[in-house]
């Protein structure tokens, strides 16, 4: 079992739509969790980060968080053809440290 | 203010060539992380630094690397003896806090390894 799990899609969504990103991770320390995008041939960008269980929102971004489930998701509204990316989902903290442990990413493509 | 940056941005090496990367972390940062990058796939850690201090390099794949920030600020990440395996983009990140925290990357070097 992957530390990170992440569908690698690609996801196709239409654009308007809502995307849904979703990760798995299997440490139960895990304290921290980041959402990155990654255009082609650049570097990750942080888009989002969420310590606590529930909802963050920011503009037209929401990370959630289940620790009883190891589960993070990020969903997107108002999906933009700009959105197209890599997103990658990454666990840190308990016996990962201060290291980031990434997921492998979910392709997101949007249609216009 | 200025983003991590990261030098060269390419790099070619014959196999067996020494090759040495530079990052300059956002100032003030005290964290410093490298992470290499297959494509494909997710960065994976290789060794992080607080301050000067190396406090974890268990990811480092083999005795040919070698990570230093002699002075708090620029690290360098030195590969010797490079092979066709080591060729991948090399990402340095930087965060404020002792903890790590938010983790912000550089633009990256691309290494390849002919």
């Known amino acids: 079992q992957k530390e990170v799990e992440q569908n690698s899609g690609p996801l196709s969504v239409p654009e308007g739509a809502i995307a849904s990103l979703n990760c798995t991770y299997s440490d139960r320390g895990s304290q921290s969790f980041f959402w990155y995008r990654q255009y082609s041939g650049k570097s990750p960008e942080l888009i989002m980060s969420i310590y606590s269980n529930g909802d963050k929102e920011d503009g037209r971004f929401t990370a959630q968080l289940n620790k009883a489930s190891q589960y993070v998701s990020l969903l997107i509204r108002d999906s933009q053809p700009s959105d197209s990316a890599t997103y990658l989902c990454a666990v840190k903290g308990g016996e990962y440290g201060n290291k980031l442990v990434f997921g492998a990413g979910t392709i997101l493509r949007v249609k216009s | ?114």
Not at chain 2, 37 to 65: H, I, M, V, W
Request: some cysteine; hydrophobic content about 30%; proline content about 5%.
């Open chain 2, 1 to 114: 203010g200025a983003g991590v940056s990261q030098s060269p941005r390419y790099k070619v090496a014959k196999r067996g060539q020494d090759v040495a990367l530079r990052c300059d972390p956002i100032s003030g940062h005290v964290s410093l992380f490298w992470y290499q990058q297959a494509l494909g796939q997710g960065p994976e850690f290789l060794t992080y630094f607080q301050n000067e201090a190396q406090l974890d390099k268990s990811g480092l794949p083999s005795d040919r690397f070698f990570a230093e920030r002699p002075e708090g600020s620029v690290s360098t990440l030195k590969i010797q003896r490079t092979q066709q395996e080591d060729s991948a983009v090399y990402l340095c990140a930087s965060s404020w806090g002792l903890g790590g925290d938010e983790q912000y990357f550089g633009p990256g070097t691309r290494l390849t390894v002919t």
